[in-house]
């Protein structure tokens, strides 16, 4: 069974940092891609970025230039660092982990999720 979970979340001032981990059950290194997704109340939960096996990044270019994403295969984390934060970052951040599991000539997507942790940026 796959857990991930979350970690570094609270109440920061706009212009501050935070950073956010999400420690895996298992070797990520099997995952295809890991990423961050976040849901403010009463709106979809949205990629906020993302990280493949090889290091590829991917970011929402609401974050871009501010946030970094990293993953520690050697620890089973994913980081998420957050600098200049804004009032629109406040909400709840998920951790996601994913691929394709190729099996008996089938392609079948997976993905775990983790329960989330809130990020508030108030003054």
């Known amino acids: 069974q796959v857990q991930l979970v979350e970690s570094g979340g609270g109440l920061v001032q706009p212009g501050g940092s935070l950073r956010l981990s999400c420690a895996a059950s298992v070797t990520i290194f099997r995952f295809d891609d890991m990423g961050w997704f976040r849901q403010a109340p009463g709106k979809q939960r949205d990629l906020v970025a993302n990280i493949t096996r090889g290091g590829s990044t991917d970011y929402a270019d609401s974050v871009k230039g501010r946030f970094t994403i990293s993953r520690d295969n050697t620890k089973n984390m994913l980081i998420l660092q957050m600098d200049s934060l804004k009032p629109e970052d406040t909400a709840v951040y998920y951790c996601?982990?994913?691929?394709?599991?190729?099996?008996?000539?089938?392609?079948?997507?997976?993905?775990?999720w983790g329960r989330g942790t809130q990020v508030t940026v108030s003054s």
């Open positions: 996601h982990a994913g691929g394709i599991l190729v099996s008996g000539g089938k392609n079948t997507r997976y993905d775990f």
